[in-house]
């Protein structure tokens, strides 16, 4: 599976962005899409995901501002965030999980939010 991500930039506080990421792959074998943010010397912390097609979880500083949406082009999603904050600053990678076994990021983009 390959994971293509798509969307980052420089944004002022306050701004929006939309990310997209596009999986290639047997839609039907893919059971999660989602984002991690990580910043340099921390983890990588859920953004966003959406489950089996249709549930959808946010990490909690994403909860009311970001929305994460199954896009109409096949193993597709797209990350809608609003009201963009300095430390949402970080790279972003997508993560496909396949059969509920395998785990696939792609290489990140780099979103920063500043004046």
């Known amino acids: 599976v390959q994971v293509m991500e798509s969307g980052g930039g420089l944004v002022q506080p306050g701004g929006s962005l939309t990310l997209s990421c596009a999986a290639s792959?047997?839609?039907?074998?893919?059971?999660?899409m989602g984002w991690y943010r990580q910043v340099p010397g921390e983890q990588r912390e859920l953004v966003a995901e959406?489950?089996?097609?249709?549930?959808?979880k946010y990490g909690d500083g994403a909860k009311g501002r970001f929305t994460i949406s199954v896009a109409s082009a096949e193993n597709t999603i797209s990350l809608q965030m609003n009201g963009l904050k300095s430390e949402d600053t970080g790279v972003y990678y997508c993560?496909?999980?396949?059969?509920?076994?395998?785990?696939?990021w792609g290489e990140g983009t780099q979103v920063t939010v500043s004046s």
């Open positions: 993560q496909v999980v396949e059969n509920g076994l395998y785990t696939y």
């Open positions: 959406i489950l089996n097609r249709s549930i959808r």
């Open positions: 792959g047997n839609q039907f074998m893919i059971n999660a």
